[in-house]
């Protein structure tokens, strides 16, 4: 799968709603820089499809799949690619990519406060594997045959009727003070950011 791919889930998910489905941040003009709830400072808009795509190589090497299915979750979510459908678009390439695997993620036994917890605690420092920590013990062998329809149904959110109250909150590059945070966000994460933007 490549980073068009998730861009055209987005795409089908979204294309009866919103004009811009499929299309990032990047594409846009907008939202050049995301924060949620004030915790987290997401990738930078020119290099979204960059972060997606790291979540994708890994994802799609099926050995590493299920060894860091957090891992590869925390790539698209750090991402944050969409003005809006970000989690239902992740949810679904992440289950296609645990089907290929041949693992699932047993989501109806999860709690979605102890995910979210894990998925933020990830954002920070995800060289401490929490996502991959926490999805763990919800982690099952499955087989292509498995009935995909059932897997899909059971995904969290997925409907669109549980959704966060917290808005996004989107900035400009040049906001000195929102810089500042993303920066620190990228120091915790261990990546180190030269003077052209590159990582």
């Given at each position: 799968?490549t980073?068009?791919?998730?861009?055209?889930?987005h795409?089908?998910l979204?294309r009866?709603?919103?004009?811009?489905?499929?299309?990032?941040?990047?594409?846009?003009?907008?939202?050049?820089?995301?924060s949620?709830?004030?915790?987290?400072?997401?990738?930078?808009a020119?290099?979204?499809?960059?972060?997606?795509?790291?979540?994708?190589?890994?994802?799609?090497?099926?050995?590493?799949?299920?060894q860091?299915?957090?891992?590869?979750m925390?790539?698209?979510?750090?991402a944050?690619?969409?003005?809006?459908?970000?989690?239902?678009?992740?949810?679904?390439?992440?289950?296609?990519l645990?089907?290929?695997a041949?693992?699932l993620?047993?989501w109806?036994?999860?709690s979605?406060?102890?995910?979210?917890?894990?998925?933020?605690?990830e954002?920070?420092?995800p060289?401490?594997?929490?996502l991959?920590?926490?999805?763990a013990p919800?982690l099952r062998?499955?087989?292509?045959?498995?009935?995909?329809?059932?897997?899909?149904?059971?995904?969290?959110?997925?409907?669109g009727l549980?959704?966060?109250?917290?808005?996004?909150?989107?900035?400009?590059?040049?906001?000195?003070?929102?810089?500042?945070?993303?920066?620190?966000t990228?120091?915790?994460?261990?990546?180190?950011?030269?003077?052209t933007g590159?990582t």
């Amino acid at each position: 799968m490549t980073y068009a791919h998730f861009c055209e889930v987005h795409a089908i998910l979204f294309r009866e709603f919103y004009p811009w489905a499929g299309q990032d941040r990047c594409q846009l003009g907008v939202a050049t820089q995301v924060s949620k709830g004030g915790i987290v400072d997401f990738e930078q808009a020119a290099l979204i499809g960059k972060a997606v795509q790291w979540g994708l190589d890994m994802g799609n090497d099926a050995k590493r799949m299920r060894q860091q299915p957090g891992a590869v979750m925390g790539a698209f979510a750090w991402a944050h690619p969409f003005l809006d459908g970000n989690g239902r678009t992740m949810m679904l390439v992440h289950t296609e990519l645990c089907r290929r695997a041949r693992i699932l993620v047993d989501w109806p036994s999860t709690s979605k406060t102890a995910y979210l917890a894990a998925l933020t605690a990830e954002l920070k420092d995800p060289r401490a594997r929490h996502l991959d920590a926490y999805l763990a013990p919800f982690l099952r062998e499955s087989d292509r045959t498995d009935d995909s329809l059932t897997q899909l149904l059971a995904l969290p959110g997925l409907d669109g009727l549980d959704a966060t109250s917290v808005d996004d909150i989107d900035y400009d590059t040049s906001d000195e003070k929102a810089m500042t945070s993303y920066l620190e966000t990228k120091r915790i994460r261990g990546e180190v950011q030269d003077t052209t933007g590159e990582t």
